[in-house]
Nanobody, 120 residues
């Protein structure tokens, strides 16, 4: 079993910044990738940013230049620094983690989600 604990969500004004964190723990042998997705009512969950074990990153076009994903391998933690937030960024943000368990099985887990409302 792998557990993901998210933190850092909350109300922010347009133009403001927020940093999300997600810590993975449990039966982890190796983490291959960690990422952030977001979802709004009536829409599919979409990729925001992904970071792979070698450091390669991927961003949704809508957040390029404003959001930065990073990770601390020693802490099995991924961060999402979000700057210049606008109301269209309002969503529930979910952490995602993919890798191998100590038993050699592939895994993919999701965090519980953290709500980020961007409003005056």
């Amino acid at each position: 079993q792998v557990q993901l604990v998210e933190s850092g969500g909350g109300l922010v004004q347009p133009g403001g910044s927020l940093r999300l964190s997600c810590a993975a723990s449990g039966s982890i042998f190796r983490i291959n990738a960690m990422g952030w997705f977001r979802q709004t009512p009536g829409k599919q969950r979409e990729l925001v940013a992904d970071i792979f074990s070698g450091g390669t990153t991927t961003y949704a076009d809508s957040v390029k230049g404003r959001f930065t994903i990073s990770r601390n391998d020693a802490k099995n933690t991924v961060y999402l620094q979000m700057n210049r937030l606008n109301p269209e960024d309002t969503a529930v943000y979910y952490c995602n983690c993919r890798g191998l368990t100590l038993g050699g099985s592939q895994f993919e887990y999701w965090g519980q989600g953290t709500f980020v409302p961007v409003t005056e």
